[in-house]
């Protein structure tokens, strides 16, 4: 009898095979996406150390009730900070231990939106009061903006914060239903303060905007809510997302709170109701600007896990055809998949790289503006807007094309993708809603266009911030698009150059129609000018990478990089070829296609067909561990089915071999079946 092949056994072999093909030296790719081995070691000991914590085990968290996740998400947060003090983890190696757990923590809120805000805004009196106490935790904040009908247009929150002259204090209240702050994550049941943003109304009843003010919410002793406050949370989120976190509602009534409370260290109020001017109208935006840089290098990595993810199933999956070995193919080496997955590489690698640089760019804001310089922040402004509206829609189209690439399995909640994108998903719209964001760096763009055009005594390319660098393009009637042949995809420049005239010709166009934009144009702008912006960066990238890796790995990190230019070339040519600017030169060689775009398309092709070798060693790269992914379909050795079935026992429906609900409906249905089919 022949002997039965077992498929469940090949997927060891399949993935060890798949690692020894790999031509790169993983762990200098590595320590490359982690800015060096020091922070990867720091990072592999806390992981190891967190994995290893009974309380930190996985295995039933698929099963839990919100209530239960909401309680599980407290009490590691609570073991982090217990550690801490164990093991005398440094604040770095705290915020390692958090960025590391794929669980939506409300301390995060405390940590990315309530702490950097307070220390960015407040006066010396009130930092010198609260800032030990909330570094250290002895308060938790929460940042209370969005209401129940208004959230990105900031400029029409209800919420009042009334100076009252004779006492000193403000009076902050929710005069309507519509006025409640709703979706603020930690206020639920977390949050012993926060920071409120409400319109600053001035003896006389002048409306002076929006303002941030620190409220106590909660007593420190009992926890429970202070008077003239009504706090609870809002109920459970889509597809079962953001579980751990209390997003909350709060309406206050005539909360009385002192003077000092108002965050003045750039806008204030005098003793006797007089308004100090703010050196920059937006300072009271730049704790959503640093939240916009996070998320860049957040969903970097969150690509990361789906494309490790998939790409590991996808290599030990078999279907279809039968291959060269006599067994099914393997579903990565069809090229209808491997042109889907390998562009997650290249997009997690640009994403990460990126939001570093953008991070170091806002610490550099945040020191300008401790010392009262404002000179950054517009730029930093356009910047984290048309990011935060790319890395949010890419991730979430990204995550989605991860799940739907591993077929039927994809949909369990054990392949661990569906989870991420649940989680993400409200991306797109918290921290400004996409498209009202892409108005928002409509008008920059086209305030960066009159600037340039309406200088005396006339254009100077000198006056461009690297966001509308772009436009230098329009200043030479010399300058031409590049002409294209397939050998001009091998290299950078030629999609960097496409992408920054697609975005110069769309602002000229804009300028020129302003009276009469067609329907889609604010979002066409707002892609083209970011991706112009991230192109130029990703040719920086590419310049260093020989400073940074050897000699094999900078070949094929940077052919990752171009295959990231050249898919966004693909997903802007309705654009491109609407002005233009696809200038093909033909080949004369057959196949003769009539098609300006193939040699694009062949490119990317050719590319993914080269890194599909290397697919596991980058993902390997990546450094996540199994607990991290928490994936049956994404285990490092390979061992899906057997690891499927495993966590299927697991299933409390699977506890009782005859389920309650047989005695409680089933039997019932089936006996009134039988019945009924006996009188047929």
């Known amino acids: 009898m022949p002997e039965i092949h077992d498929p469940s056994k090949q997927n060891a072999v399949d993935m060890s095979r798949a690692r020894s093909k790999t031509s790169i030296d993983v762990r200098d790719v590595r320590d490359f996406l982690y800015n060096g081995p020091a922070q990867w070691r720091r990072r592999e000991q806390i992981v190891d150390i967190l994995s290893k914590d009974p309380l930190f085990d996985k295995t039933q968290r698929t099963f839990a009730t919100r209530k239960e996740l909401y309680i599980r998400g407290q009490a590691l947060t609570n073991r982090i900070f217990e550690l ?74 209800e919420t009042t914060a009334t100076y009252i002259p004779e006492t000193t204090e403000f009076e902050i209240n929710s005069p309507t239903l519509t006025s409640t702050k709703w979706w603020i994550g930690a206020l639920g049941k977390t949050a012993t303060h926060g920071v409120v943003q409400a319109k600053l109304i001035l003896p006389g009843g002048k409306d002076m905007g929006p303002h941030l003010f620190f409220i ?78 996070v998320m860049v290098t957040t969903a970097g990595w969150l690509i990361a896990k789906g494309a490790t993810i998939a790409i590991r199933y996808a290599t030990v999956r078999r279907q279809g055809e039968i291959g060269p070995d006599g067994l099914e193919r393997q579903t990565l080496t069809y090229p209808s998949l491997h042109v889907r997955l390998v562009p997650l590489i290249s997009r997690a690698y640009v994403f990460i790289e990126l939001g570093r640089a953008l991070t170091r760019g806002f610490d550099a804001l945040a020191r300008g503006l401790s010392s009262g310089d404002t000179s950054r922040l517009a730029e930093m402004h356009v910047m984290t807007s048309g990011l935060k509206v790319l890395v949010s829609t890419t991730s979430i189209q990204d995550l989605e094309i991860a799940r739907r690439s591993m077929g039927g399995h994809g949909y369990s909640a054990f392949a661990g993708v569906g989870r991420l994108y649940a989680d993400y998903l409200p991306s797109a719209t918290y921290e400004g809603e996409n498209f009202v964001l892409d108005q928002q760096i409509l008008r920059a763009a086209l305030k960066a266009f009159r600037g340039l055009f309406n200088q005396t005594p006339g254009p100077s390319v000198d006056s461009l911030s690297p966001t509308s660098y772009y436009l230098r393009l329009l200043l030479d009637n010399k300058l031409l698009p590049p002409e294209l042949s397939p050998e001009s995809w091998t290299t950078p420049t030629t999609a960097i150059l496409l992408l920054e005239w697609r975005a110069a010709l769309l602002v000229h166009e804009m300028a020129q129609t302003i009276g009469a934009p067609d329907a889609t144009v604010t979002q066409r702008v707002s892609r083209a000018v970011t991706e112009a912006f991230v192109a130029a960066r990703v040719g920086e990238m590419i310049e260093a990478l020989g400073a940074t890796l050897r000699p094999r790995e ?113 039997k019932s249905i089936l006996l009134r079946g039988r019945q009924m089919a006996a009188k047929l």
């Open 84 to 157: 801490q003090g164990i093991l005398n983890w440094s604040p770095e190696d705290v915020n390692i231990a958090l960025s590391v757990l794929d669980e939506t923590l409300p301390i995060g809120l405390h940590n990315i939106a309530f702490e950097p805000v307070f220390r960015l805004q407040a006066s010396p009196e009130l930092f010198s009061k609260y800032a030990s106490l909330i570094a250290s935790r002895g308060i938790l904040g929460c940042y209370l903006q969005t209401e129940l009908a208004h959230g990105t247009n900031v400029n029409r929150l």
């Open 216 to 293: 106590q919410l909660r007593d420190l002793d009992s926890h429970e809510v202070l008077p003239g406050r009504i706090i609870g949370d809002i109920g459970p989120k889509a597809l079962g997302g953001y579980a751990t976190t209390d997003n909350g509602f709060a309406r206050f009534d005539h909360v009385r709170i002192p003077k000092e409370n108002m965050l003045s260290k750039f806008a204030g109020v005098t003793d006797g109701g007089e308004y100090v001017t703010p050196p920059h109208a937006k300072l009271s935006y730049g704790g959503m600007l640093y939240i916009r840089s």
């Open 554 to 666: 900078t070949e094929v990190v940077r052919k990752v990089y171009i295959l990231y230019l050249l898919t966004t070339v693909e997903s802007a040519l309705v654009d491109l070829l609407s002005f233009g600017l696809f200038r093909a030169t033909p080949t004369g060689a057959p196949p003769r296609s009539r098609d300006p775009t193939r040699a694009l398309r062949m490119a990317i092709a050719s590319l993914c067909a080269e890194l599909f070798p290397e697919a596991i060693g980058l993902t390997d790269a990546f450094g996540l561990s199994d607990w991290e992914l928490d994936s049956a379909l994404g285990v490092y050795d390979g061992k899906v089915y057997e690891t499927l079935w495993e966590r299927a026992q697991e299933e409390p429906l699977n506890k009782t071999e005859v389920t309650e609900a047989y005695e409680a409906s089933i």
